[in-house]
């Protein structure tokens, strides 16, 4: 019987099938640890006080970013003595207006706001960062991005762990206040809640909590043995993140919410993720023997450290599963999409299915189930074809070709450039 190329097809799509079961079941894994754990406060970490305030920088990068007056005016009214924390924006705009804008609240506050800015975009944030690190006093450096809102008692809650001397970094949730314009901040928001929620509780159980760059904040003797922001890196949080779990620090998870938005268009939103998935894989390739051998990690950690840096390996298998079970239903009649075979249908959706299960469960212990459809919606429609983006950037980072670095839109620029034209 000759081997015709439905059969080619049909072996591919099987082979495809393999590795897309084992993150599967790796998701329901995720998805069942966060079960067990459950949310019982009494096993919650209690972190003894503070003997004593430290001094805070508050740090704001922000390119041509008009909203950053937003979350510079949160900033200004936290609940913590104002003699205990400062503000410094690190501003790398290029609009005049928006320099100004953000220059008027350090001129009104000269020695609480402090206005850095940069004539060039030499690295990008890191550079930014590692810039305005030379302006700032704060024993303890808190970030945000300038869309997001932190509530006035921020400082107050995130430098708690702080009292335990092996602590480095401190993460906060993030909320996004703008999920539901469409079906692309739809599918962001699920993606980062589900992150949110389900991965970053436990890898606060295993110390493995990786920094996001922004509504959290960092111990800074740690952050300069570290040898400060790498500015090499796109993702220099994650980098940042390994690099002091492999010293032997803590990293923490806080359950509280900051809101912030999501990208609200392809372009956006695709970058976005291609710059996160390259970044997270070049921190991998470049720690290899670190994260696989260094003493300072145990098994939980690696496999956790491998699995974000790692995980985005499995959408040029999502590509290639969709493709060729698409183009075996063209060419041939595939028992797969025969949907009278119910049984059939629903083990092999269940075995294939872990990411939508995570989600699920995400949107249950957020009481949001009535969104599910949404969910199911846009992981299969805007969920492919970011696979697609995502694979390239993936095949990048392992060959070494550079990705260029993309600052995410801000949707909430709109109304504030109107402000100030």
């Known amino acids: 019987m000759a081997f015709t190329l439905y059969d080619l097809t049909l072996f591919i799509y099987n082979l495809s099938l393999f590795p897309i079961i084992f993150f599967s079941v790796l998701f329901i894994?995720?998805?069942?640890?966060?079960i067990f754990m459950g949310n019982d406060k009494n096993?919650?970490?209690?972190?003894?006080?503070?003997?004593?305030?430290?001094?805070?920088?508050v740090q704001i990068p922000t390119y041509n970013d008009p909203v950053a007056e937003r979350c510079l005016k949160q900033c200004m009214n936290f609940n913590y003595p104002r003699n205990?924390?400062?503000?410094?924006?690190?501003?790398?705009?290029?609009?005049?207006?928006?320099?100004?804008?953000?220059?008027?609240?350090?001129?009104?506050?000269?020695?609480?706001?402090?206005?850095?800015?940069?004539?060039?975009?030499?690295?990008?944030?890191?550079?930014?960062?590692?810039?305005?690190?030379?302006?700032?006093?704060?024993?303890?450096?808190?970030?945000?991005?300038?869309?997001?809102?932190?509530?006035?008692?921020?400082?107050?809650k995130i430098i708690k762990p702080f009292s335990d001397p092996k602590v480095a970094i401190v993460q906060a949730r993030q909320g996004i206040y703008n999920k539901n314009t469409n079906l692309i901040t739809r599918f962001a928001a699920y993606v980062m809640t589900i992150y949110h929620t389900i991965i970053m509780p436990i890898s606060n159980k295993i110390n493995c909590v990786f920094f996001c760059g922004t509504a959290?904040?960092?111990?800074?003797?740690?952050?300069?043995?570290?040898?400060?922001?790498?500015?090499?890196?796109?993702?220099?949080?994650?980098?940042?993140?390994?690099?002091?779990?492999?010293?032997?620090?803590?990293?923490?998870?806080?359950?509280f919410e900051t809101p912030s938005e999501?990208?609200?268009?392809?372009?956006?939103?695709?970058?976005?993720?291609?710059?996160?998935?390259?970044?997270?894989?070049?921190?991998?390739?470049?720690?290899?023997?670190?994260?696989?051998?260094?003493?300072?990690?145990?098994?939980?950690?690696?496999?956790?450290?491998?699995?974000?840096?790692?995980?985005n390996a499995v959408a040029p298998v999502v590509v290639i599963m969709t493709f060729f079970g698409l183009l075996g239903w063209f060419l041939g009649e595939l028992t797969l999409f025969d949907m009278n075979d119910v049984i059939t249908f629903f083990i092999r959706f269940l075995y294939t299915s872990g990411f939508l299960l995570m989600g699920i469960l995400t949107?249950?212990?957020?009481?949001?189930?009535?969104?599910?459809?949404?969910l199911i919606l846009s992981a299969l429609t805007i969920g492919i074809i970011t696979a697609v983006a995502i694979s390239i950037a993936f095949f990048r980072a392992v060959t070494n070709r550079k990705l260029r670095w993309f600052c995410t839109p801000k949707i909430a620029n709109e109304n504030f450039i109107k402000n100030i034209s």
């Open 363 to 374: 949107l249950y212990k957020k009481q949001q189930l009535n969104e599910l459809p949404y």
């Open 216 to 255: 959290g904040a960092v111990r800074r003797s740690a952050l300069e043995e570290a040898g400060s922001w790498n500015v090499e890196s796109i993702t220099e949080d994650a980098d940042l993140t390994v690099n002091l779990l492999l010293r032997g620090y803590k990293t923490v998870y806080m359950d």
């Open 84 to 156: 205990k924390y400062e503000i410094v924006v690190a501003d790398d705009s290029t609009s005049i207006e928006t320099q100004k804008l953000l220059k008027s609240y350090a001129d009104k506050n000269p020695n609480f706001i402090k206005y850095v800015h940069r004539d060039n975009r030499e690295n990008f944030k890191p550079g930014a960062l590692k810039n305005a690190l030379k302006e700032s006093r704060g024993e303890i450096i808190v970030i945000f991005d300038s869309d997001w809102v932190p509530a006035e008692d921020f400082i107050k």
């Open 29 to 34: 894994i995720f998805a069942l640890i966060n």
């Open 43 to 57: 096993n919650r970490v209690r972190y003894r006080n503070l003997n004593e305030l430290p001094f805070i920088t």
């Open 262 to 311: 999501v990208p609200d268009n392809f372009e956006g939103f695709i970058k976005q993720q291609m710059r996160w998935c390259y970044g997270n894989a070049r921190v991998f390739i470049d720690n290899a023997s670190g994260i696989l051998f260094s003493k300072d990690l145990n098994i939980k950690q690696r496999l956790m450290i491998s699995y974000i840096t790692l995980g």
